[in-house]
């Protein structure tokens, strides 16, 4: 199919790979630029995915504290020198994710670490909603697949949607980041603490409330 430039354009910067690659990769994926970097990652193409081997062991561990102290988050992210370690761009990234935690309260970097047994249980309990819902039987499965798939977008933070720009996950803020910076970098664990976390209290929607003090 074609594709228009401003896609090639997007999908460059993303990854880093080269114009006619990322035409070629969009052209497989039917104009699904996710699917899209896939493509180049699987191929090697994609600057981010040719770095993601490098040694990570510099970096910063940022912290956030919501508005009257009531989350606080803590995240380590790595690089690959101490001299990006200190840049202004690596640091406002660091910023992002520790807010993205506050906000978005994933409870894993990456859907590697979910339990399988915790997974197996999730798909158990789709299951049988989607059969009380009266679906047939032989699209049931394939329903709790794509219901897991948003399990994970809940809870785990490369699959989240970004919170100041939804239309990219963290996983794809984080390629783009590895393509302009030139290193490899690693989220590679995080801690959030909420005040009164596990006792009866009122929901609040932290997510407004984080973005509203962004854009203060």
């Known amino acids: 199919m074609a594709v228009d430039a401003k896609s090639v354009k997007e999908l460059r910067e993303r990854?880093?790979?080269?114009?006619?690659?990322?035409k070629k990769a969009l052209e497989e994926a039917g104009g699904d630029l996710n699917k899209a970097i896939e493509i180049l990652r699987e191929k090697g193409l994609s600057a981010a995915a040719n770095k993601a081997g490098?040694?990570?062991?510099?970096?910063?561990?940022?912290?956030?504290?919501?508005?009257?102290?009531?989350?606080?988050?803590?995240?380590?992210?790595?690089?690959?020198?101490?001299?990006v370690g200190k840049t202004d761009q690596f640091k406002d990234f660091a910023r992002d994710i520790a807010m993205q935690i506050a906000a978005a309260a994933p409870r894993f970097v990456r859907r590697e670490e979910v339990p399988a047994e915790e997974i197996e249980k999730e798909k158990e309990i789709l299951r049988a909603q989607a059969l009380n819902e009266g679906k047939p039987e032989k699209i049931v499965d394939k329903m709790v697949e794509g219901?897991?798939?948003?399990?994970?977008?809940?809870?785990?933070l490369l699959e989240q949607a970004f919170?100041?720009?939804p239309d990219k996950t963290i996983s794809n803020l984080l390629n783009e980041k590895i393509s302009t910076i030139g290193e490899n970098i690693s989220i590679r664990r995080f801690v959030r603490y909420e005040l009164g976390e596990g006792l009866e209290k009122k929901v609040d929607n932290f997510v407004e409330e984080v973005m509203a003090q962004v854009k203060q």
């Open 15 to 22: 990854t880093g790979a080269g114009m006619l690659d990322c």
């Open 54 to 83: 490098r040694a990570a062991t510099e970096g910063v561990v940022e912290s956030y504290i919501h508005a009257g102290g009531r989350i606080g988050v803590l995240v380590e992210i790595n690089c690959e020198t101490d001299f």
């Open 147 to 156: 219901r897991i798939n948003k399990y994970y977008e809940e809870h785990v």
């Open 163 to 165: 919170i100041k720009d």
